[in-house]
């Protein structure tokens, strides 16, 4: 029902910052949770932030806390700050259709619609 698409990913030196972004197509992606994940390779996907349909709730993972945060308005975004190297990985994000729900999720099989990814590379 939706399609996310995410961009601005790119390269960045250690410290440094990157903004994602995550446009869908379908006009009710408000309706929709929605979450990042990154992927490294060799590793599994990983959770990074959830947001809420409505944007009231947010969850972290440890590893993004205190330098990550997820917003959206009709766009949802990943600002993230004080990037590392072990940052660097495929971002996607992932949309739940969840029209009652206040709730985050933090697996990806909770969620039934994925973008394709941008990388992201931090160098030290």
């Known amino acids: 029902q939706v399609q996310p698409v995410e961009s601005g990913g790119g390269l960045v030196q250690a410290g440094g910052s990157l903004r994602l972004s995550c446009a869908a197509s379908?006009?009710?992606?408000?309706?929709?949770?929605v979450g990042w994940f990154r992927q490294a390779p060799g590793k599994e996907r990983e959770f990074v932030a959830g947001?809420?349909?409505?944007?009231g709730n947010t969850n972290y993972a440890d590893s993004a806390k205190g330098r990550f945060t997820i917003s959206r308005d009709i766009t949802v975004y990943l600002q993230m700050n004080s990037l590392k190297p072990e940052d660097t990985a495929v971002y996607y994000c992932?949309?739940?259709?969840?029209?009652?729900?206040?709730?985050?999720?933090?697996?990806?099989?909770?969620?039934?619609?994925w973008g394709q990814g941008t990388q992201v590379t931090v160098s030290s």
């Open positions: 947001i809420s349909q409505s944007g």
């Open positions: 379908g006009r009710l992606f408000s309706s929709y949770a």
């Open positions: 992932a949309a739940r259709f969840t029209p009652y729900s206040t709730n985050y999720y933090r697996e990806k099989n909770q969620y039934e619609y």
